[in-house]
DNA sequence: AAACCGGGGCT
DNA sequence: AGCCCAGGTTT
């Protein structure tokens, strides 16, 4: 139990409801409540803005209309169509509770807690955004914008990243949903959070519950919520092979699949090598990166001769901040037996297989030069 | 609790 | 250039 006043609960949750009511967005998964689009837009928002996701999730839904319909597909189909949205594993883990969905649950997501929360890539928020939205069962579904809207109303000054503070805020949470209206109230959290109760510069004139704000009142909407900062990405410099094929292979670029776990797991991408961290803080000259990129390459089985630098490109993750040097090499033989992992393409075969964004950059610059 | 896992938009 | 985001999984 926590200690604000009820009248403040109160006219927290009901002016909040109301103007949800006039103000909510129009977006793709609000026109129906269909279970399964909740699920597959819940997923795709996670780390990801609306504005992003709506042509994602148009397309997605379009080319799996249903959970069976995912469940069926090809692996390869769906990591396409999620290709440029980012976190990867969301897609791979989504059509893998698909087929459970379909095989222990008849195609239809469960409304059992328990249930929801043990499918693969469900988290505490999807399960509480799962079974309120679509099931309007009085779950919290506290995500990051809940969490600042939470922070400033009630001025919580406890590290939002604390697993403690969310779920002091879950609990809150609960309090404040009325009898009945957990599916819209969730939402409007969400939307109070995205569309007025902004990271920076919020529109406080504007919110719907700015007269009772503790925030506000103390003048510390802006520093509210409270959270430790990540640690900034290490940086990596790497060597990347654009290789032209000869022979048969003419016309076409030579790449290769990631490992089935860990970063960009089943991606393609072109063959690259980190550089020593010596080399890479010295600046390593081309010559020297080139050499190290053949070695590589030779000791994988394929024969390149590196010639000339090609481009620069850089691409950041959560964690790591690749500088990224691409060289144009030549294939030095028609390897008849390359790696398993590799294969040459040529600028159609793109359509069917996904990249990374900063590879797909450098292939469609290079494909619309030759 | 901390590390791992993408990418885009805003300031 | 740094900050933020409609988080989950693994260690």
């Avoid at 604000?4 to 998964?29: G, I, Q, T, V």
């Avoid at 594993?89 to 929360?117: C, F, H, I, M, T």
């Avoid at 030779?298 to 040097?325: C, K």
Wanted: one cysteine or more; charged letters at 25%.
């Amino acid at each position: 139990m926590n200690t604000y006043s009820l009248e403040a609960k109160h006219y927290f949750s009901r002016e909040l409801l109301a103007w949800y009511n006039r103000s909510k967005r129009d977006l793709p998964w609000r026109r129906h409540r269909n279970p399964y689009y909740i699920w597959v837009s819940e997923i795709m928002l996670q780390q990801t803005r609306v504005d992003t996701v709506i042509p994602y999730f148009h397309r997605f839904i379009d080319k799996f209309p249903s959970i069976e319909a995912l469940a069926d597909a090809p692996e390869e189909d769906v990591l396409k169509c999620w290709e440029g949205l980012g976190y990867y594993s969301r897609a791979r883990n989504l059509q893998s509770a698909a087929r459970e969905v379909k095989e222990q649950y008849g195609g239809q997501v469960p409304s059992d807690k328990k249930a929801v929360s043990d499918l693969k890539g469900v988290g505490p928020y999807t399960t509480g955004a799962i079974l309120s939205i679509a099931y309007n069962q009085p779950e919290p579904a506290v995500d990051g914008n809940v969490m600042r809207v939470l922070s400033r109303y009630f001025l919580i000054e406890e590290d939002i990243m604390k697993g403690s503070t969310r779920a002091f805020m879950e609990g809150l949470v609960v309090e404040l949903i009325p009898e009945g209206e957990a599916s819209n109230f969730n939402q409007a959290l969400m939307e109070l959070g995205a569309l007025v109760c902004t990271p920076k510069s919020p529109q406080c004139l504007t919110c719907p519950v700015m007269e009772h704000c503790a925030g506000r009142i103390a003048g510390m909407e802006e520093s509210l919520p409270v959270k430790t900062k990540a640690k900034p990405p290490r940086p990596e410099y790497r060597a990347v092979a654009l290789v032209e094929g000869v022979g048969a292979e003419k016309g076409k670029v030579l790449i290769r699949q990631r490992p089935s776990e860990g970063l960009l797991a089943r991606m393609w991408e072109l063959p690259h090598e980190l550089a020593p961290q010596q080399a890479a803080l010295a600046g390593a000259d081309d010559a020297e990166q080139m050499d190290m990129l053949r070695g590589v390459l030779y000791e994988e089985g394929i024969s390149v001769v590196p010639d000339h630098f090609h481009m620069q490109a850089e691409h950041t993750f959560s964690h790591i901040h690749w500088n990224l040097r691409v060289y144009r090499c030549t294939a030095a033989a028609n390897d008849s037996s390359l790696p398993a992992n590799y294969r040459y393409i040529e600028a159609k075969d793109m359509e069917e297989l996904a990249f990374p964004k900063v590879f797909l950059t450098i292939l469609n610059s290079y494909f619309a030069m030759v």
